[in-house]
């Protein structure tokens, strides 16, 4: 039996070949005894391809990257709610488990492997992970924002400085032990500040920062305390007083 990778197809090709002194006698596809040989190579042509091309591109990459954050930055947490990174290792073996009778990657595309990975992760572990780094968080004049878990770099959110109005605690994850980096938009929603220090850009910057978006944003509330002001409606509805 020959099982090898058609790059123009996509595919394995497994064949049983009957030969006699080198001449082949007869060559047939390969049934049922290929399908663990086949389904290890696949596994490895989808790693090297990049698996998010099979299991919602993004998705499975914020997936990854939130389970990778837990597991570095608070490994106590991590072992308590069964939160492990999803590794080379783990999906390899993940991948070789649920592709047994396929052999291409149209056939993995058509499955639902970011469910199934979701479900090798866990649904107590995914509640967990929800709660110590979640997709969203709301900002105290209940606008939700997403947070973006990027490599390389800390969690960050962004939004309208004023949608940060009537706080100084710096909204953060992993059970308020790591900040968010925030990035606090002017109205053309360009980033005039990125902190992970709310209350110091409160009392240090934003005086100097609420002089300049006064003469550019006359329309717009700069109040000289924004400890003490009201954020916009998220729906843009007028705040009643």
Do not use: C
Request: proline letters at 8%; hydrophobic letters at 40%; a neutral charge.
């Amino acid at each position: 039996m020959e099982v090898s990778w058609s790059a123009d197809r996509e595919r394995v090709e497994a064949v049983e070949r009957m030969t006699y002194d080198r001449l082949v006698l007869d060559e047939r596809p390969a049934g049922a005894a290929a399908d663990e040989p086949a389904a290890r190579l696949l596994a490895e042509k989808a790693l090297a391809a990049g698996i998010g091309a099979f299991a919602g591109d993004d998705a499975f990459d914020r997936l990854a990257r939130r389970l990778a954050l837990v597991a570095r930055e608070a490994p106590d947490l991590a072992e308590r709610a069964g939160i492990a990174p999803l590794d080379e290792a783990a999906l390899r073996r993940l991948l070789v488990a649920r592709l047994s009778g396929k052999r291409s990657f149209t056939e993995l595309r058509q499955g639902s492997l970011l469910d199934e990975i979701r479900a090798e992760v866990g649904y107590a572990a995914l509640g967990k992970l929800d709660e110590l780094a979640p997709e969203h968080v709301v900002l105290g004049g209940g606008r939700r924002v997403p947070v973006h878990y990027e490599e390389g770099r800390p969690p960050w959110i962004e939004s309208r400085l004023q949608d940060f109005f009537g706080g100084a605690r710096t909204p953060a994850i992993l059970n308020d032990r790591l900040p968010l980096v925030l990035h606090l938009l002017a109205p053309n929603h360009r980033a005039v500040q990125v902190t992970t220090d709310l209350a110091g850009f409160w009392a240090r910057t934003y005086p100097t920062v609420r002089n300049e978006l006064m003469r550019r944003y006359p329309r717009h509330a700069w109040p000289t305390d924004p400890l003490t002001a009201t954020p916009p409606d998220p729906r843009g509805r007028p705040r009643r007083p």
